[in-house]
């Protein structure tokens, strides 16, 4: 079965001062490899949609500002307003108590709770992942979609290098080229809409 994830996002000690928390995002999408903290979808096939959510609410928010680093999380939108201003505890330091909450993707623990099946969906590991799974919506068949067309180009780039063996027809390199060419033009066009 394939992994989650395969590499847990660390965020750097980053203090300097900030108008607004979206002025972080630069930053964490280095920190988060391009990819949404939560269902790990790559920002790659909708750049524009990729936000700055405050992993602790910022309605809850007493003792970190709402541009504080250390509670910023790369997220895709479907995540971030799936999320919004849901919090388990009535503690702003608790972020999940009796199998209900979240856990910070940064948190090497988050792996633990949710499992990639063969056929691409995300599905929950335990009961505390059930409950994310849920309020994150992961159900949502974008993220089964995105993560097997990543699978998918290696495949084909793979396919278009072995139309370049010699015992391979004329016609049918032609034909595979030509698709290959359709292919990365309709995703490179998709990327920038
Ligand atoms: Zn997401």
Known sequence: MPSFRDHTPKRRNIT???TTHRDHKP??????????GYCNASD???I????VDHFIPEAILTIKT?????????SCRSCNNAKRKKWATDDENVPNRNDQGFID???DDYLNHFIRKDTGEIQFNTKLGEWMYYALKLYKPQH????????LEPVITEIKALAEDEKVKPEIKEWI??????YTDYINQWRSL
Request: overall charge negative.
């Open 144 to 151: 089964q979609v995105i993560w097997n067309l990543e699978q």
């Open 66 to 74: 709402n541009t504080d680093y250390s509670n910023l999380v790369y």
């Open 27 to 36: 930053d964490l999408k280095i920190d988060f490899i391009s990819k949404c």
């Open 16 to 18: 300097r001062a900030v």
């Open 48 to 51: 524009t949609y990729y936000e």
């Open 177 to 182: 080229i030509q698709t290959y060419d359709k």
């Open 44 to 46: 790659t096939w909708k």
């Open 105 to 107: 993707p940064c948190d």
